[in-house]
């Protein structure tokens, strides 16, 4: 089995630091080069043009809800209105009816006590008539 060489500790660390160096230079080498910003420009890029189209999709999405929501107001407001009319109309028809049946039944009522009149008058003229008959004495 091989063996590593002795080395002191200053060595050991020394050579550790120019690995980090190395590595360090490398990384910074790497972070330095174009092509490498050229594609971060480029994702940037897409990945706003990608935001831009959510935001204009929603932003459809919004207005198609802004517009459905203002077609159903316009529906419910002309139900409303409709609503209105045809309780306007029955109130003004139960209100005729009403009225028309209120004639009926004092025409009726009148009718009716016109009956009675002339009913009691009747009988007033036959308990007079029989009071006059009675008083001449033809009785039987």
Same mark, same amino acid.
């Given at each position: 089995?091989?063996?590593?060489?002795?080395?002191?500790?200053?060595?050991? +660390?020394?050579?550790?630091?120019?690995?980090? /160096?190395? #590595? &360090?230079? +490398?990384? +910074?080498?790497?972070?330095? %080069?174009?092509? #490498? *910003? *050229?594609?971060?420009?480029? #994702?940037?890029?897409?990945? &706003?043009?990608?935001?831009?189209?959510?935001?204009? =999709?929603?932003?459809?999405? *919004?207005?198609?809800?802004?517009?459905?929501?203002?077609?159903?107001?316009?529906?419910?407001?002309? @139900?409303? =209105?409709?609503?209105?009319? =045809? @309780?306007?109309?029955?109130?003004?028809?139960?209100?005729?009816?009403?009225?028309?049946?209120?004639?009926?039944?004092?025409?009726? %009522?009148?009718? &009716?006590? @016109? *009956?009675? /009149?002339?009913?009691? %008058?009747?009988?007033?003229?036959?308990? /007079?008539?029989?009071?006059?008959?009675?008083? +001449?004495?033809?009785?039987?």
């Amino acid at each position: 089995m091989a063996r590593f060489r002795d080395t002191d500790l200053q060595d050991r +660390k020394s050579n550790a630091d120019a690995a980090k /160096k190395a #590595l &360090l230079e +490398k990384f +910074k080498t790497a972070v330095a %080069d174009p092509a #490498l *910003e *050229e594609r971060r420009a480029a #994702l940037e890029a897409e990945r &706003l043009a990608r935001k831009a189209e959510r935001d204009a =999709i929603r932003a459809k999405r *919004e207005a198609e809800a802004a517009e459905k929501a203002r077609i159903a107001a316009e529906a419910a407001e002309k @139900a409303r =209105i409709e609503a209105e009319a =045809i @309780a306007a109309r029955e109130a003004a028809e139960r209100a005729e009816r009403e009225a028309r049946e209120a004639e009926e039944r004092a025409a009726a %009522d009148a009718a &009716l006590k @016109a *009956e009675q /009149k002339a009913a009691r %008058d009747a009988r007033y003229a036959a308990r /007079k008539a029989a009071k006059k008959a009675r008083r +001449k004495g033809d009785m039987y």
